[in-house]
């Protein structure tokens, strides 16, 4: 056992998340039952806290989860092979009576093995075969998130329907409905190769990208970053890259993710809020995340098809790379922002294109697009669209129309940090006007 400092539930939760995906793709490669699998961890973490607390964190969690739930799982199969015969003997059935045959008991280690000895990950890791399996095509997308946010990142249910701002009975259904989907079709627990690996990367991909954004500029929670997703996110972006190394778009993410993950410390400030990139405190970004994601996007450029992670990293590495906001090469990343409207065009690709012109060429013309955007009717609603017309505004000195616009966007955005720090903005341009008025 490890030390024996005080286990808060905070700790505990955070070592179960740890934990979570290692020892449930290990359960289900060897019992073929995600639910039986979800079913015998949490008893296992129940067992955790009970003792834990009383006698000290293992020397491995991992392995003392893995084997408390296997061995629940194995309770669960025997009493399932036993309920038939007991079940009759119930019903009052005759000792002469002929009894259909039931399997034995000791059939039940046959059960547990796994059918194929070689069938585990050829990275020696059951995350993998575990995320593919949650990233199926046959799953709804929203289905794959929140299945992988709760099979291979450990979140609750809870946490997962206050991400995403939605009931938490909406989550647990969609987790019902993809579990079972998963038995009907028989999903399989393992990676996949040749073209098929190729046609599920892509999933993967986006399902890890949004794990990131969620934990990046966190749509619920009242916390304007959550840290644990964005390392989740890191870690199975690892991952994949290691299964598909010769896929550009794989680095591109992986890029990605290091390259805005090396400024989650500046982020915040010391009460939380928000800090916007052009005032955060550059000498805290990660400088190791910095370069092995710069070395990344060089390497994935031109070493495949252009994609959306490629360019969204080459961008990223081009602010890392800047000393200072003003010093950032802002017409580079205007022509990176038309190339991705070209691969993957849409009404936030837009919006970040205008925030880039109106630092390369005048917030004037950053919010022409702006205004296009607005009268496409395709970001109504959206909190981003008037915090970015709101910041031009006040680049533009027009003050009055900017707090409107900012009040708009705290009002519509989901997150209290955020609606704080917009709320924010437009009181100072308020107490600014009263300041100068005669």
Known sequence: MAGQERL????????????????????????????????????????AWQRWPQDGMPDSPGGWLLTVARNRALDTLR???????????????????????????????????????ESTSPLGDDVLPLLLMCCHPALPPDAQ??????????????????????PEPTIAQRLVRAKRKI?????????????????????????VYLVFNEGYASSGDGRPVRPE????????????????????EAGGLLGLVLLHGSRLAARTDATGALVPLERQDRSLWDTGRIREGIRLVEHVLGSGPLGPYQLQAAIAALHAEAATA?????????????????????????LNLAVAVAMADGPGNGLALVEELAASGDL????????????????????????????????????????????????????RARATRP
């Open 229 to 248: 997703l964005c390392a989740e996110a890191e870690r199975l972006a690892r991952l994949v890259r290691r299964l598909v190394p010769a896929d550009a």
């Open 326 to 350: 003003e010093a950032t090469d802002w017409p580079q990343i205007v022509a990176l922002y038309r190339l991705l409207e070209d691969v993957a065009p849409g009404p936030m690709v837009r």
């Open 380 to 431: 109504t609603g959206n909190h981003r669209l008037d915090a970015v017309r709101g910041h031009l505004l006040e680049r533009l000195g027009r003050d009055e129309e900017a707090v409107r616009a900012y009040r708009a966007a705290g009002a519509a955005t989901g997150n209290p940090a955020e609606a704080a720090y917009l709320d924010g903005r437009a009181c100072d341009l308020e107490a």
């Open 145 to 166: 998130v929140a299945l992988t946010l709760r099979s291979v990142a450990g979140l609750t249910t809870g946490e997962i329907a206050r991400a995403y701002l939605v």
């Open 8 to 47: 808060t539930p905070e700790a505990f939760g955070e070592v179960l998340r740890e934990h979570t995906g290692a020892v449930l793709g290990a359960l289900v490669r060897r019992f073929g039952d995600l639910d039986l699998a979800e079913d015998s961890l949490q008893e296992a973490a129940a067992t």
């Open 79 to 117: 009493r399932e092979v036993r309920r038939p015969r007991l079940e009759r003997r119930a019903a009052g059935l005759l000792p002469g009576d002929p009894e259909p045959a039931t399997p034995d008991v000791a059939d039940v280690a046959a059960v547990a093995e796994p059918a194929d000895p």
């Open 183 to 207: 038995a009907a079709t028989r999903i399989p627990f393992r990676v996949p190769e040749g073209e098929e690996l190729r046609e599920r990367v892509g999933t993967v991909l986006q399902v």
